[in-house]
Every structure is written in structure tokens, then in C-alpha cells.
């Protein structure tokens, strides 16, 4: 129960806002952002000398975030439909001191990547096409994400590599009832990916 200091970020942003491009119903955002983050609070697993493991909230001092995003959205054509985005996150600690989950022994963690995705980008699109009882649409998507360091734990980096995502839809709309019917696929393609690590060593006496 040790405690920790509350966490703030002074953030700076500017963008621009664009629609009805080419003559069409098309809308384009693009924005640019600078953080300054301080005591951020940081979620830990500690070993103790018994054996147990223990979750405790610690400060990293400070840190960076930078970036930017963007994204269109809009009709190609009356029934033809297109999302796309990609965003950049370019965050790094500028001063943290860590403890070791296993030794306790103090590491320095200055200068490294938070444990996100630096690109992420995504992209879709849907067709739309009248039927005799109402309307049925068809979409899909794919989303895309940078290599991550998924163990968040520990100052040891594991690397998930780069991966994409497609997702599908399908939908039908039934005008006399006002009823609306979806089905969709989620990772269409089963594909298997790393979302965390904890590093338990210390729990289990194995040190490799």
C-alpha cells in the first residue's frame, strides 16, 4: 500500500477539418498533437520473498507523446460507401526509474517506447443496393497495427509483430416492419495475437 503521486498531461493540438470534397459528401480530418506527461501511474507486479506475487501502482516520471491522425469517410457513389484512417503515436518516457519484478534492483527505463503500436491504420468499405422489401448492405474492413512490446511487467521487451485484422458485415433492412437484421465476422481470417505479458517468474522461483 505505498503510495503514488496523481498523473497530469499538458496536451497541444491543432487540425483541420474538411467536407463535401470533389463535389461529393466526403469529410477529411487531420489533426497533430504534442503531450507532456507527468508521475504517470504505471500498474506493476512485484515477487516477494515468500514466493507471492503483489500488484502495486507506481509513478514514471515523466514522458512524451506525439503524433498525429488522420481519416475520410464519405460516398463514392450513392451506394458504395469507403472509411480509412492511420494515426501515428510516437510515446517515450523521458525519466523512469523501475524496479526490477524479480530482483527489486533498480532499472532505468529513460528513453523507452511505451508499449503501444507507433502506426495503427485501418480501412473499409460498404455497398448498399435497394431490394423489393427494403435494403441489404455488405461491408469490410481491415485494420492494421505496428509491432508492440506486449509485456508490460517487465523492462525485458516482448515483441508482437506487425498483424491485420478483417472484419465483415452483412445487413438487412426491412422497410414494412422498421426492423433492421445484422451479422458480422469478426477476424474473418482466426488470426492469433499477443495482447499482454506478465513476466511471473519470480512467482513460480524460476529465473531463466
Known amino acids: 500500500f505505498l ?25 477529411f480530418n487531420v489533426a497533430g498533437y ?24 507506481a509513478n514514471a516520471a515523466k514522458a512524451r507523446i506525439q503524433g498525429f491522425e488522420a481519416e475520410a ?17 510516437d510515446a517515450k518516457f523521458k525519466e523512469f526509474i523501475d ?9 532505468d527505463r529513460s528513453g523507452e ?21 427494403g435494403e441489404v448492405s455488405f461491408s469490410g474492413d481491415v485494420y492494421w497495427q505496428d509491432d508492440t512490446n506486449v509485456n508490460i511487467a517487465s523492462a525485458i521487451p516482448i515483441i508482437q509483430r506487425d ?16 426492423v433492421t437484421v445484422a451479422g458480422y465476422l469478426r477476424n474473418v481470417f482466426d488470426k492469433k495475437y499477443i495482447i ?6 519470480g512467482s513460480f522461483g524460476v529465473v531463466n
Request: no cysteine; aromatic share 12%.
Open 99 to 107: 524496479l526490477n519484478p524479480v530482483t527489486q534492483a533498480p532499472v
Open 163 to 178: 498483424f491485420a485484422l478483417v472484419n465483415g458485415r452483412i445487413e438487412v433492412k426491412i422497410d414494412s416492419a422498421d
Open 196 to 201: 499482454q505479458v506478465y513476466d511471473l517468474r
Open 34 to 57: 504534442y503531450d507532456d506527461y507527468k508521475d504517470i501511474q504505471k500498474s506493476r507486479l512485484f515477487g516477494l520473498p515468500n514466493g507471492t506475487t503483489v500488484t502495486r501502482v
Open 113 to 133: 517506447d511505451f508499449q503501444i503500436p507507433k502506426w495503427t491504420a485501418s480501412g473499409g468499405l460498404g455497398y448498399t443496393f435497394p431490394v423489393s422489401f
Open 3 to 27: 503510495p503514488f503521486k496523481p498523473e497530469t498531461v499538458q496536451e497541444y493540438e491543432v487540425g483541420l477539418k474538411f467536407s463535401n470534397l470533389f463535389n461529393r459528401p466526403i469529410r
Open 73 to 89: 469517410s464519405g460516398r463514392i457513389t450513392d451506394r458504395l460507401q469507403f472509411n480509412a484512417a492511420v494515426g501515428l503515436i
